[in-house]
């Protein structure tokens, strides 16, 4: 089910997300080693830091298609970066791939739906299984369960981000949720969304425009 206020997408939807950053912000950032971090939920939570980049400039664009692959790894670790250790196999919507029992994901079966729902049936023992999504052309890793999974499991991706800025993050860091400051953007209308750092008042904050 859906949180309220979220939308679940389909296959053939693309999205975009600008964020743009004040000028007078970005020294004190950079200085700071700050990376503009972005993450997407599934399950209706963060784990993952879809995008943690260092080279932002004032306007940064993200664009993404709902195009998708599944992985099996050993461990979900705070902190660390997420390194598939099975092979990665596309699947869609409705769709359900196997891990099976020597460890190889089989490629996804079944019809493609509008479910906002695709599975993974492990037979291989327990083990942790992680997503990727497509963003700027490029798979990324977007979550990773947090605890070991036997059996079948469930993803059910949300269209809701969070934005912030940390240090020590980069592209594919494990995260417990996102207990940092930011701003959370839902795509309940409209395929494109704009936020923006900004100083008001002498206060730097986020703001949706």
Request: glycine share 8%; hydrophobic share 40%; aromatic share 10%.
């Amino acid at each position: 089910m859906s949180t309220p206020g979220s939308l679940k997408l389909h296959s053939d939807s693309s999205y975009t997300l600008v964020v743009e950053i004040a000028t007078n912000q970005m020294e004190v950032l950079k200085s700071g080693g700050f990376n503009l971090c972005v993450a997407k939920k599934i399950n209706r939570v963060y784990t993952v830091v879809w995008s943690g980049k260092s080279d932002y400039l004032h306007k940064n664009i993200f664009s993404w298609d709902e195009d998708y692959q599944v992985f099996g790894l050993n461990e979900f670790k705070v902190g660390a970066l997420v390194q598939a250790q099975t092979n990665e196999v596309d699947i869609a919507y409705g769709q359900t791939c196997v891990l099976n029992s020597v460890g190889v994901m089989e490629h996804a079966t079944g019809p493609v739906d509008k479910s906002g729902e695709f599975y993974v049936q492990s037979e291989y023992g327990k083990i942790c299984l992680g997503v990727n999504q497509k963003l700027n052309e490029n798979f990324l890793p977007i979550f990773v369960s947090s605890t070991v999974i036997t059996g079948k499991a469930t993803f059910e991706p949300i269209v809701e981000l969070k934005v912030w800025l940390q240090t020590h993050v980069e592209s594919g860091t494990m995260i417990f949720d996102v207990a940092e400051p930011g701003i959370e953007v839902t795509y309940s209308g409209g395929a494109s969304k704009t936020v923006a750092y900004e100083s008001k008042e002498g206060l730097a904050q986020w703001v949706q425009k």
